[in-house]
């Protein structure tokens, strides 16, 4: 049975940094596609960062290129999501998750992805 868990999300002041976690079980997270997703209230979900399942290669939304990192680590078999530079529009839940099966690459929409953690809030505010 699959499951992700997310973790670190907090009240942050705006050009703070945080670093969130989500860590897997059931899968191996070297081998799946996992993505971060985010969802302010009264917004839709969007996608923040996808990391491919065969070469690694990530795919950043335009609005977190060159403040949000993706990262993971096949010891803790976790994925990271650091974030620097944060602001206001950075408030939202925030989940972590995976495609359905190994080898299956990433996808902008939230549907391409079959498991999901609970969400981490993160508030940006002064």
């Known amino acids: 049975q699959v499951q992700l868990v997310e973790s670190g999300g907090d009240l942050m002041q705006p050009g703070g940094s945080l670093r969130l976690s989500c860590a897997a079980s059931g899968l191996t997270v070297d081998y799946y596609a996992i993505a971060w997703f985010r969802q302010a209230p009264g917004k839709e979900r969007e996608g923040v960062v996808c990391?491919?399942?065969?070469?690694?290669?990530?795919y950043y939304a335009d609005s977190v290129k060159g403040r949000f990192t993706l990262s993971r680590d096949k010891a803790a078999n976790t994925v990271y999501l650091q974030m620097n530079g944060l602001g206001p529009e950075d408030t939202a839940i925030y989940y972590c998750a995976s495609a359905e099966f190994w080898g299956f690459g990433c996808d902008s929409r939230s549907s391409g992805y079959a498991y999901w953690g609970q969400g981490t809030q993160v508030t940006v505010s002064s």
């Open positions: 990391i491919d399942s065969d070469d690694g290669v990530t």
